[in-house]
């Protein structure tokens, strides 16, 4: 499907660029409001349904037959815009919960889990998004469509599947009255071994998001 075909039903909200970029937009609008730190105690929650609701978009990318962009080069966006404000910021809101474990590939057998952040995984896709909104809003509908799909494929779609895992754990853990091992000690730059990830937990206790979730901590 040609920008042409696609941006003449642009303002269609049955159409399937509109309801993309829709749901892109969202997810960048809120995760820039929870960076500001208004509201730190419902990030974890809010991020939680914020992600979930864009990995729904990325479903219907990643199901979608392959989207050809029309020119062979992609056209020059100019410098692309700077995240790490927005990591820093998230990380604030999110220690001392921001590092977890994580599987790359499940399909591919590692020695250990390795460290990641929430916070990092949240800026990565930011930026995958926002270059692809930026040819959007250029009029390059196909472009955006083309980006969005394979950068969901190479990059987001399994960098926000694991920051989901991880959101959905710390919520369940409060839901269940099951306190949080404390993280102090894993940090992204170390190798750990699996036994050596159980070693450095500690205790993080829940009560960092149950307030929010409305949920009374166990005695």
């Given at each position: 499907?040609?920008?042409?075909?696609?941006?003449?039903?642009?303002?269609?909200?049955?159409?399937?660029?509109?309801?993309i970029s829709d749901q892109v937009e969202s997810f960048l609008v809120a995760v820039a409001e929870v960076a500001k730190?208004?509201?730190?105690?419902?990030?974890?929650?809010f991020l939680l349904l914020e992600v979930s609701q864009l990995l729904l978009a990325g479903g219907r990318l990643g199901a979608h037959e392959d989207i050809v962009p029309d020119e062979r080069y992609e056209p020059d966006l100019g410098p692309e815009p700077d995240v790490d404000d927005l990591r820093q910021k998230l990380a604030r809101i999110l220690d001392p919960?921001?590092?977890?474990?994580?599987?790359?590939?499940?399909?591919?057998p590692r020695k250990a889990p390795v460290a990641c952040r929430i916070?990092?995984?949240?800026?990565?896709?930011?930026?995958?998004?926002?270059?692809?909104?930026?040819?959007y809003?250029?009029?390059?509908?196909?472009?955006?469509?083309?980006?969005?799909?394979?950068?969901?494929?190479?990059?987001?779609?399994?960098?926000?599947?694991?920051?989901?895992?991880?959101l959905q754990s710390l919520v369940a853990h409060v839901r269940l009255n099951q306190p949080l091992d404390d993280l102090d000690g894993l940090d992204t730059d170390e190798d750990l071994t699996e036994d050596a990830l159980a070693e450095v937990a500690g205790?993080?206790?829940?009560e960092e998001i149950a307030g929010p979730l409305g949920i009374r901590t166990a005695k």
């Open positions: 499907m040609s920008d042409a075909t696609l941006n003449t039903v642009k303002d269609d909200p049955n159409d399937f660029a509109v309801q730190g208004d509201e730190p105690d419902s990030a974890v929650p919960i921001d590092v977890y474990s994580e599987v790359f590939d499940p399909y591919e916070s990092d995984d949240l800026a990565d896709v930011m930026a995958d998004l926002r270059h692809g909104m930026a040819h809003r250029a009029g390059r509908t196909t472009e955006a469509l083309w980006w969005w799909q394979f950068s969901y494929f190479s990059n987001w779609g399994s960098t926000a599947s694991g920051a989901l895992r991880a205790q993080v206790m829940a």
